[in-house]
């Protein structure tokens, strides 16, 4: 078959043009990711949100009250507008809650969408919207608990920290809450089983349940079965934790310039473990001491090939923080299923942040970042249809020199 030179020169301006037109898609990064509050009938609270610009572009983004509370959100502004050079800008809506809700967690927020330019180029454009959700607690009837487990790995002969963030959402006090723990291999057997001490909740309070296990077994895999007990009630939960090494591993966490009260930019390096690359990889944190989750943040997403390290950019607001130490819960999120974490503890002071839990304190220097995948992708694609042209030519060529 004689291949039409002709096509594949259409191929290749229509993938040189494609380069040029592509709209690579920019992530929107927002703080607060989430608000909680608790319900008190009646009562008003404004709320502040803070859009962050991060390729100084013109750009405008629409806001929307979302979810269940959407009908209780109101004094927002329909579009906010950034100019180019234009780093952040904050607005506010106010919710009005309303006589009664239903116990438990009542979820609204606002969302905020980019908008495409009209004046634009750019021939591919999707709408990438995110929401800064608000959690608003009433309390159930009686006892009732609201928790989670949360497990801080170690390395081999270590301490594994059990804990179980819980909030006593009742209307009476939780008097004597424990946990039974059974760990098991990837197998399938027990290892070890054992029962914590029982601790106090009362309504409306958030306590941590703790327990250090000594981790003198073998490097690998475990699966943690945990039974919360109050009263006559159970909660049930299964966790994976890792002795040794993981897949996807926070390998560091760079702040400059850190002032308590302002917003900070933190830089946190990522390294994938695995032997493939892992797709959509984005860090959910959430920032917590005695009383609760004191604040959230979260990053843009990004593929990280194998053996690799990618450096993400998320931002905290500090405003209302207090000095002193606090958990920090990084999860790491990965093709939309895949989940793993890890806890660490910030000391802040005033003019400092320390981190504590990944072998060291705060880096020195920010870390590189990886090139656009997408772009490379269609480079190569068009340097293959260019060595294909080139073959071509040169067996015709050299089929009339025969001649």
Do not use: C
Request: hydrophobic content about 40%; aromatic content about 12%; proline content about 3%.
């Amino acid at each position: 078959m004689i291949v039409n030179k002709k096509f594949f020169l259409a191929i290749g301006f229509i993938l040189l043009v494609g380069i040029f037109n592509l709209d690579v898609v920019s992530s929107i990064s927002i703080s607060p990711a989430r608000t909680t509050m608790d319900f008190v009938s009646g009562t008003s609270r404004e709320i502040s949100v803070t859009i962050y610009n991060i390729e100084d572009k013109k750009v405008d983004y629409s806001i929307e009250a979302h979810g269940d509370l959407a009908s209780y959100i109101s004094d927002y502004p329909k579009i906010v507008s950034f100019e180019s050079g234009e780093a952040s800008k904050v607005f506010t809506y106010k919710v009005t809650l309303p006589e009664s809700l239903d116990p438990g967690i009542n979820e609204g927020g606002v969302s905020i969408t980019e908008l495409a330019d009209e004046n634009s180029d750019a021939q591919v454009f999707a709408r990438v919207s995110v929401v800064s959700q608000l959690y608003v607690y009433s309390l159930h009837p009686g006892k009732y608990a609201n928790a989670n487990f949360k497990i801080i790995s170690a390395d081999q002969g270590g301490d594994v920290e059990f804990i179980f963030p819980i909030a006593s959402q009742g209307t009476f006090d939780i008097t004597n809450i424990r946990a039974q723990i059974d760990i098991k291999n990837l197998e399938g057997d027990l290892i070890d089983s054992f029962t914590t001490p029982g601790i106090e909740v009362k309504s409306g309070e958030k306590k941590d349940l703790k327990y250090l296990w000594s981790a003198d077994f073998p490097e690998g895999e475990y699966t943690a079965f945990a039974s919360l007990i109050y009263d006559e009630d159970t909660l049930s939960f299964e966790e994976n934790f890792h002795i040794g090494d993981k897949d996807l591993e926070l390998e560091d966490i760079y702040v400059e310039d850190f002032s308590l009260g302002e917003i900070v930019k933190l830089e946190m390096l990522v390294k994938n473990n695995w032997n493939k690359p892992l797709e959509r990889v984005y860090l959910l944190a959430d920032i917590y001491d005695d009383t609760g989750v004191v604040s959230t943040f979260e990053s843009a997403s990004h593929t990280i090939d194998a053996g690799s390290k990618y450096s993400f950019n998320s931002f905290w607001d500090t405003d209302g923080v207090l000095p002193g130490s606090y958990f920090a819960d990084i999860g790491d999120h990965y093709e939309d299923y895949g989940f793993s974490k890890e806890t660490v503890i910030f000391e802040a002071s005033e003019n400092e942040l320390k981190i504590v839990g990944l072998g060291n304190v705060v880096s020195s220097s920010p870390f590189e970042v990886g090139s656009n995948l997408i772009l490379w992708i269609v480079i190569g694609l068009l340097v293959l249809v260019i060595f294909v042209i080139l073959i071509v030519f040169y067996r015709r060529k050299k089929k009339k020199r025969k001649k």
